[in-house]
């Protein structure tokens, strides 16, 4: 999971373009932030990007903890499931191609979150795209139907959004984008971006360990 020259190049003229970062803006948070400007190109994500307290600490231990995932489409389920397989190997669920009846006031994606959400409530939730399946899911939430280990929200709403609001609002660990821009590949980006990190800390720790192990056989 290490950086390519372009990406690293890339990243640093990112550094270069925002003047100061934002307060209480953590050096995990910014990771995750400078990401979504790479894919995006777009510096206004600096400040639409929210983080809830622990989030990404919270989002990270049901990574290693190989959490399910849950994602409302297919586009996101394609981008993560390679870097997965690299790493901690989550089971990745798609909503919208689960087999599921449609009602004429849901989508593929609202209808396959309602079933899946029955059997993973603890999941990883990641609604990027679907306005419909962000709903659904803010329902499932008040209803307390799902306690998600981490929600991640970026669909682009143009009518104001209650439901993403009240996500903002909750005791739910969340990363939102607090504004009508989203989309799939802001999710992708920050899920990305999380799993780098958290893998990142997974082998300093695990050569943290060894480390200890040799020094205390060499003592014997």
Known sequence: MNLHFTEASSLAIIDRQINEREDGVSPAQYEIIRQVIYQTADLEYQS???FSDGALAKGA?????????????????????????????????CCATIRTEVSNQATKASSGLKMLAGKYPNSIFIIGQDQ????????????????PSLAIATPPIFTESTAKQRLLNS???????N?????????SAIFTGL??????????????????????EEQK
């Open 48 to 50: 639409l990007l929210k």
């Open 132 to 147: 419909t399946a962000m709903s659904t899911m803010e329902d499932l939430l008040r209803n307390k139907i799902i306690e």
């Open 61 to 93: 231990a049901a990574l290693t903890a190989v959490t399910p995932i849950i994602v409302d489409v297919p586009e996101i389920q394609v981008s993560i499931v390679p870097k997965l397989q690299k790493t901690f190997g989550n089971s990745v669920y």
């Open 179 to 187: 504004s009508p821009k989203g989309g799939s590949n802001i999710a």
């Open 195 to 216: 799993i780098r990190l958290t893998w990142q800390a997974y082998c300093q720790d695990r050569l943290e360990v060894s480390k200890q192990a040799t020094a205390t």
């Open 171 to 177: 005791h739910i660990p969340h990363i939102c984008v």
